[in-house]
């Protein structure tokens, strides 16, 4: 791993010479170290070579799926991989999810977008920044007292509730998906009752959102999970 | 459907000519036995005989007729005209007498006969009359040729109380019999048929050609040509005498063949106007394709050149219209990818718990700028249910919903989502609303076809967001309809199907 001076190293593989470039681009520009891969092999490669502190993935490459590469780079490394895919790929974004990925995005997107996923996976990535107490609006989740406050006034939550929340933190900016969540909370069994999701996901926003029917925070990826949105940049 | 009164009588003609022969004399017997106890003049007992002479040629045939006045009058002269029993006249009167009631009871036998004959004759052509009219009524009844062939079949079964068989020419060009036929065919049915089919001459039972086989074979001829063959089973007994018969039979076969010319004729008309119509709609689609596409292209290429030699002032417009440029053109892939999908059949639900709070929020975030002009109001019951429904999928109907509603109405114009419980109870609703110009009633079947665009002026894309949501939505298993927003504007339902979920463990 680099030195905290030294600055963060990405590796973008994609099969599109411009796409990497302009990628390039936006991460030199937000202080990251940019490597370069066009194919599967080259990318498992390099991350042999330069030890990036995060991967971008591209799941349509030439010589294999992105889900391949996330598969064998998962076999030997734990570098945090954010996955590149398109609509009508739900399927696959759950797969390399499943497979390992820690978040995904969705072509086209904003640079904006990109960034704020970046700096939540580096975030992960280093557990010592873990912080005791989490705030994003107007909402202070005190991790250690386990209080949650709304404005400075205390909002009530019921264990299950806090519990969903307090994973919602601890990943904070990064997708969980419902399986995920549900094995975390219900235990494996749970792993297909995504109404829990739905009916506690309904409480919490009406708990903490200001407008529960337009979240702020409590974003919901349609057939994918739920993201806890934090970082307003 | 009305059926034939009765069916047509194929037995040999009329009662046997013995049984005839017999009841003239069995008459004639009777009244002689009654003239001999009656005190009457044989000049009276002739005119008896007259009577019963003329009463019993209203029963019987010509031969018989002959023979009543025959007999009548060698009864008459035998035991009445004196001397009694003997054929002798002493008479000249009575000589002249007995003459004059031969050529009577004759001609008055044999016109009655003749009044007859020609009723029977009116009567078998008002029964095929009414037959044909039967048959033609309930083909035309039928709305395609499968139904039409069917009737055709029922009404020669009860009519001629026979097994009828239809053979067409099928899409292969071979002779196929119709699988509404009741009568089976065999190998040498089929034989016989195909050289029916080939010759465009009956054949089979009761013609010259091929009379060994069990079925009559009657080509189905339209201008010169065979467009099929008829087949009748009629009944062991059956044979087939007068020419009403056959004239029926081949008027049956006659107007299947219409039916199926009329058939074959509404085929090519209706493949004419597809090809017209698919053309008409590749042009439409190459245009606005080229336009849409191009559009968003020149003005990226025409703002990264202006970008290029700008000085600063500029730059914050230019990189909007980029923006509105590349926005454009994601959504319009977008919509032409989800088109491919649907009409290739490549859209697999994946059905799960939805809450319509989740799907309008993650619509709307994905339309971002696009709403900016429009305030969005949204009015859910506080127990909405939750309903399976694919949600990738619905975020796309609703983003299309709420962006034709944006697309359609003036700037600043409002926006309402409502959802609930359809009054039945089975189903959840979702509505977008707006208050813009509505849906004329008249347009609202066209508005969810593909390509269809509101007005000709308007660049509301390439026309397919209506038809994505409706395409999207019937893969969901539910339904969408298009009416008018009480109070202006238009209106947009969802229907998805309801079904209750497991209970939620409270902690």
Redesign the interface.
């Known amino acids: 791993m680099n030195g905290d001076t030294a600055k963060p190293r990405v590796l973008v593989v994609d099969d599109e010479t411009q796409i990497r470039r302009l990628l390039s681009f936006t991460l030199e520009d937000a202080g990251y170290e940019v490597r370069q891969a066009g194919t599967g092999q080259a990318g498992l490669a390099e991350v042999v070579h330069s030890h990036p502190d995060a991967i971008i993935l591209d799941l349509g490459l030439p010589d294999m799926t992105g889900i391949e590469v996330l598969k064998r780079l998962r076999e030997w490394s734990a570098t945090p991989v954010l996955i590149l895919s398109v609509?009508?790929q739900?399927?696959s974004k759950i797969a390399g999810l499943d497979a390992g990925a820690d978040d995904y995005l969705t072509k086209?997107f904003a640079g904006g977008e990109l960034l704020a996923r970046l700096r939540a996976l580096l975030r992960r990535a280093k557990p010592a920044e873990v912080a005791s107490t989490v705030e994003f609006g107007s909402i202070k989740v005190d991790l250690e007292r386990r209080r949650v406050t709304k404005g400075g006034e205390v909002v009530k939550l019921?264990?299950?509730e806090y519990a969903f929340l307090r994973l919602l933190v601890a990943h904070r900016d990064r997708v969980l998906t419902?399986r995920q969540i549900l094995n975390d909370l219900?235990g494996p069994k749970a792993e297909r009752?995504?109404?829990?999701l739905?009916?506690?996901?309904?409480r919490l926003?009406r708990k903490l959102e200001d407008e529960?029917?337009?979240?702020k925070y409590f974003?919901?990826?349609?057939?994918i999970g739920y993201r806890l949105v934090c970082d307003g940049s | 459907m009305s059926r034939p009164s009765s069916g047509i009588d194929w037995s040999p003609r009329g009662s046997s000519p013995l049984r005839e022969y017999l009841e003239v004399l069995a008459v004639i017997a009777v009244v002689t036995a009654a003239g001999s106890f009656a005190p009457l003049t044989y000049h009276a007992l002739g005119h008896i005989y007259l009577l019963a002479v003329i009463a019993l040629c209203l029963r019987v045939g010509r031969g018989p007729a002959l023979f009543a006045a025959v007999v009548s009058a060698v009864a008459w002269n035998f035991v009445f005209i004196p001397p009694h029993l003997s054929f002798t006249v002493l008479d000249f009167d009575d000589a002249l007498l007995l003459g004059i009631y031969f050529v009577v009871a004759l001609t008055a036998g044999q016109l009655t006969a003749r009044i007859r004959a020609q009723q029977r004759a009116e009567h078998r052509r008002e029964q095929r009359a009414t037959a044909l009219f039967h048959l033609t009524r309930a083909m035309a009844g039928a709305r395609t040729l499968d139904e039409a062939v069917g009737a055709a079949v029922r009404q020669a079964d009860e009519l001629f109380h026979a097994r009828t068989a239809v053979l067409l020419v099928g899409a292969s060009g071979e002779l196929t019999p119709h699988p509404a036929g009741s009568f089976p065919l065999d190998e040498a049915e089929l034989t016989v048929a195909a050289s029916v089919w080939r010759t465009g001459r009956e054949a089979g039972r009761f013609t010259g050609e091929r009379p060994g086989a069990t079925g009559l074979h009657l080509p189905m001829l339209r201008a010169g040509v065979c467009l099929g063959v008829l087949v009748v089973g009629l009944p062991g007994e059956a044979v087939l005498t007068t020419v009403e018969q056959r004239e029926l039979l081949e008027g049956f076969a006659a107007q299947i063949a219409l039916q199926v010319e009329r058939e074959q004729l509404r085929v090519a008309s209706e493949r004419e106007k597809l090809l017209a119509e698919s053309d008409r709609l590749h042009r439409t689609l190459l245009d606005s394709v080229s336009h849409e596409l191009r559009t968003p292209l020149a003005v990226l290429r025409s703002a990264t050149e202006n970008l290029a030699r700008d000085d600063g002032a500029r730059r914050p417009h230019l990189m909007a219209e980029i923006r509105t440029a590349t926005s454009r053109l994601d959504h319009l892939v977008g919509n032409l990818l989800d088109q491919t999908r649907l009409e290739s059949g490549a859209i697999k639900p994946q059905l799960d718990w939805c809450d319509v709070r989740d799907l309008i929020a993650a619509a709307r975030r994905g339309l971002g700028e696009a709403l900016a002009a429009h305030p969005l109001k949204t009015e859910f019951p506080l127990e909405m249910p939750l309903f399976m429904a694919d949600a990738a999928l619905m975020e796309h109907v609703l983003s299309n919903l709420l962006l034709n509603g944006a697309l359609h109405t003036p700037e600043g114009s409002p926006l309402t989502v409502t959802a609930g419980l359809a009054g039945d109870g089975g189903r959840v609703f979702i509505t977008v609303a707006d208050r813009g110009p509505g849906i004329p009633p008249a347009m609202r079947g066209q508005v969810f076809q593909k390509f269809h665009r509101a007005g000709a002026t308007r660049t509301g894309g390439l026309g397919l967001g209506l038809s994505i949501v409706r395409g999207f939505v019937l893969a969901q298993g539910g339904e969408v309809v298009a009416d008018d927003n009480p109070g202006g504007g238009a209106r947009f339902t969802v229907y998805l199907p309801h079904a209750l979920h497991g209970s939620v463990p409270n902690e």
């Open positions: 609509f009508g739900e399927g086209p019921t264990a299950k419902h219900w009752q995504t109404h829990y739905r009916v506690f996901m309904m926003r529960p029917d337009a979240p974003q919901t990826e349609s057939g």
